[in-house]
């Protein structure tokens, strides 16, 4: 009796998908050289009467909104890839600038109004010495650790004890607000060593150079954008690697997850630290630009917002969050100018009409509208 022969052809897989596509590169680099060289041309070469001259206010307002851009990215991750809604990401962000600003502040010396190796806070409360937790704060090495390890440990720990006990859905968003409207009553605290109400301000230098000058203005936008873009071919990449289907198929059902065999545990802690360490590094970056961090930035409204941001722009998508980041932020920014007391019912209103008529957001919209064309 004659044995069947046995199959030796394997499975083939389908190639891996290209990290981006040629117009997705064609973009990337576009982008690329407006932050890297026409941004710095048009700021510090073109005359300042010229329609062309890019502005220091323009500079510093791109800047400022870049850093929000990360912070929706951020959000992109564990919203729109792993079903994690935080409405308490700003803590993170303000963490990160708070490690940041407590550098600058050691870097202004004796230039203070009290001429005090103590930051003028300080010594208007009658503090003798600096408390024990800014021993590090006059080291820049330190700082960019401290920048990336104290939001990173805080989530950890947070999310290690939340996402054992399996706390999600609108349970988690709650307490992760209760989590940072805490960290908003501490810092408003004047024992505490952070300035109290008003937080820290007033910065002269950073690594011995001066923040107030052209040069290193457009050096931090210049930073901020490579940022940006480095986190989001970062975020790409995660997303389209094994690890983020895996984040994806426990977003749409953890518990078959599970029966395949992933613990959800390390992949919800993991992503959920990298998102609080980009929050951290956006912080870091925004204090210098804009000059201020106080726990304002700590307000329940500012974590919604950077939601908003995502939700707008479209989850899941990656550039979503960031064009909504700027479409949001730049209709802020002239609506409060032009318009202040109808600014809160703008956000309210595109928040409910994007969650009814746009619910993949303006990214989605757009796919739709060019797949509606083709056909």
């Known amino acids: 009796m004659s044995k069947m022969p046995l199959s030796t052809s394997a499975v083939v897989l389908p190639p891996r998908a290209p990290l981006l596509t040629r117009a997705g ?3 990337f680099l576009v982008a690329l050289l407006a932050v890297c060289a026409l941004a710095p041309v048009l700021n510090l070469l073109v005359p300042a009467g010229s329609a062309f001259h890019l502005s220091d206010y323009m500079v510093s ?9 990360i912070c929706a990215l951020a959000m992109d991750l564990i919203w729109g890839y792993s079903g994690i809604l935080s409405l308490g990401h700003g803590l993170f962000f303000a963490l990160g600038g708070y490690m940041m600003g407590m550098y600058l502040m050691r870097q202004i010396g004796r230039d203070g109004q009290y001429q005090s190796d103590l930051p ?14 800014w021993a590090l704060s006059d080291s ?31 349970y988690f968003s709650i307490i992760t607000q209760a989590l940072t409207y805490a960290a908003l009553l501490l810092f408003f605290r004047n024992e505490t060593g952070f300035g109290g109400n008003n937080g820290f301000t007033d910065f002269k230098r950073i690594l011995g150079i001066a923040i107030a000058t ?14 940006l873009l480095g986190f989001f071919l970062m975020a790409r990449w995660l997303v389209r690697s094994k690890y983020g289907r895996v984040l994806q198929a426990i977003r749409d059902a953890e518990n078959r997850t599970m029966f395949c065999g992933y613990d959800p545990l390390p992949y919800k802690l993991s992503i959920w630290t990298i998102s609080a360490v980009m929050c951290g590094i956006a912080g870091a970056l925004y204090v210098p630009q804009v ?8 307000t329940p409204a500012n974590s919604i917002e950077i939601a908003i941001w995502a939700a707008v722009g479209g989850r899941g998508t990656l550039i979503g969050p960031i064009v909504g980041a700027f479409l949001v932020n730049g209709a802020k920014s002239w609506l409060t100018v032009t318009f202040p007391e109808f600014w809160l019912y703008v956000l309210g209103g595109l928040f409910i ?14 796919k739709k509208l060019m797949r509606g064309g083709k056909a």
């Open 120 to 133: 003028d806070f300080m010594v208007f409360l009658d503090w003798k010495e600096l408390p024990w937790h």
């Open 291 to 298: 000059g201020i961090i106080n726990p304002s930035e700590m």
């Open 140 to 170: 820049f090495l330190a700082t960019l650790a401290l920048i990336v390890l104290v939001p990173g440990g805080v989530a950890f720990v947070f999310g290690y004890f939340a996402f054992r006990s399996r706390i999600k859905g609108v």
């Open 25 to 27: 590169w064609s973009a």
């Open 61 to 69: 307002l791109l800047g400022k909104i870049m850093c929000y851009a």
């Open 353 to 366: 009409v994007v969650t009814l008529f746009m619910p993949q957001g303006v990214v989605g919209l757009v």
């Open 214 to 227: 052209p040069p290193m203005r457009m050096f931090l936008f210049v930073l901020t954008g490579l940022t």
